[in-house]
């Protein structure tokens, strides 16, 4: 049979969501199931969201403003940044995308942590990049000494997944400003802040705050998870302007629609909702934290709205029998299993089918 597509797909492995709610209540025979999978904030639209998607479908028949300029404008007022720095996208896992597109042609490489964002390795294959995975430490987070020594003159893309998903676990200001000082100017550093708004540590710097001036660094931000908008896709990108300009010139035209642009725009009005979500995930976070250690000593301190259990092998049978309670988390077989922060209630039963499974 003549192929059509290129070989190489064939061993990258698919992008997993987290499962189906639905499905698993209908098989448990049970009214719902709850999902701890995906690392959604479980509190609803903030405040003023579900109205400007309302008011925006009415104009879903006109293209929206390829130039995203409004919403531009208000992130660059609220950061304190120029709006030519700033690009927005479907999510910040189609912005890394396009930065792959931006910077890597086929053989060159792209150095990052592992396990980090199951969507890495896709994203580089995707543009005939290399994948050069470098392992975590024993603690669970990323070795950016090794990251350093990783990077050759093949290498165009840095990826520091801050805090990391699915560990949980963060880089602080004294190694990463080791790492980012080890960096060759000529390669870029992404800095992954997509769980930016759930970090109490104050070691762990603020990229763009920290390091929004060095030419050859980039931050992602999400709006899709303490915003709340992870059904809607909207993310943003800071670089520089000549990395930003670029980046531009790669992005699906009118990738960021009408309604991500107006729910957005209303979420960002919601700041003080944001943080006392926030503050409850944090502090639920705590306490899951706290009991899991009861069973699992070595659970790694989280800075994200979610906690991962090192379970290697264990990880698959681990969220089998917890979906049997109802309960669906997140397994990476041979590495461990990572579980979403959500409502006291929710944490509470995923806490009793862990006692009842560790």
């Given at each position: 049979m003549t192929r059509l597509t290129r070989a190489d797909l064939e061993a990258l492995p698919a992008y997993v969501p987290g499962r189906n709610v639905?499905?698993?209540?209908?098989?448990?025979?049970?009214?719902?199931?709850?999902?701890?999978?995906?690392?959604?904030?479980?509190?609803?639209?903030?405040?003023?969201?579900?109205?400007?998607?309302?008011?925006?479908?009415?104009?879903?028949?006109?293209?929206?403003?390829?130039?995203?300029?409004?919403?531009?404008?208000?992130?660059?007022?609220?950061?304190?940044?120029?709006?030519?720095?700033?690009?927005?996208?479907?999510?910040?896992?189609?912005?890394?995308?396009?930065?792959?597109?931006?910077?890597?042609?086929?053989?060159?490489?792209?150095v990052y942590a592992w396990r980090s964002f199951e969507a890495y390795p896709i994203i580089s294959a995707g543009a005939g990049a290399t994948s050069v995975r470098v392992p975590n430490t024993a603690g669970h987070g990323h070795d950016l000494t090794a990251m350093a020594e990783a990077i050759t003159d093949r290498t165009r893309l840095a990826i520091v997944c801050n805090p990391n998903n699915p560990t949980g676990t963060s880089v602080r200001r004294a190694e990463l400003d080791r790492f980012l000082d080890d960096v060759p100017d000529d390669v870029l550093v992404v800095l992954d802040e997509a769980y930016r708004e759930f970090v109490t540590d104050d070691e762990v710097p603020d990229g763009l705050v920290t390091y929004g001036d060095r030419p050859n660094v980039v931050v992602l931000r999400t709006l899709s998870k303490a915003w709340g908008l992870a059904g809607l896709r909207i993310g943003f990108l800071v670089g520089q302007p000549e990395v930003a300009g670029a980046i531009r010139k790669v992005l699906t035209p009118f990738s960021t629609?009408?309604?991500?642009?107006?729910?957005?725009?209303?979420?960002?009005?919601?700041?003080?909702?944001?943080?006392?979500?926030?503050?409850?995930?944090?502090?639920?976070?705590?306490?899951?934290?706290?009991?899991?250690?009861?069973?699992?000593?070595?659970?790694?301190?989280?800075?994200?709205?979610?906690?991962?259990?090192?379970?290697?092998?264990?990880?698959?049978?681990?969220?089998?029998?917890?979906?049997?309670?109802?309960?669906?988390?997140?397994?990476?077989?041979?590495?461990?299993?990572?579980?979403?922060?959500?409502?006291?209630?929710?944490?509470?039963a995923f806490l009793a089918a862990a006692e009842a499974s560790l």
């Open positions: 639905a499905d698993l209540a209908r098989e448990l025979g049970i009214a719902e199931a709850i999902k701890l999978a995906s690392n959604e904030v479980p509190f609803g639209p903030l405040p003023g969201v579900p109205e400007a998607v309302a008011a925006a479908v009415a104009q879903s028949h006109r293209y929206p403003d390829m130039g995203v300029v409004e919403l531009r404008d208000k992130l660059a007022a609220r950061y304190g940044i120029s709006p030519e720095r700033i690009v927005t996208g479907c999510g910040s896992v189609a912005l890394a995308e396009h930065l792959v597109k931006a910077t890597c042609l086929p053989g060159d490489e792209i629609s009408i309604v991500a642009q107006a729910a957005a725009l209303a979420a960002l009005d919601a700041e003080d909702e944001v943080k006392r979500r926030c503050a409850i995930v944090i502090s639920e976070r705590e306490r899951v934290t706290e009991a899991l250690r009861k069973l699992l000593p070595d659970v790694p301190s989280s800075q994200s709205n979610f906690v991962w259990l090192p379970l290697g092998d264990r990880a698959a049978a681990f969220g089998a029998a917890c979906e049997k309670r109802g309960v669906i988390v997140r397994p990476f077989q041979g590495d461990g299993v990572r579980v979403t922060i959500g409502t006291p209630e929710e944490n509470d």
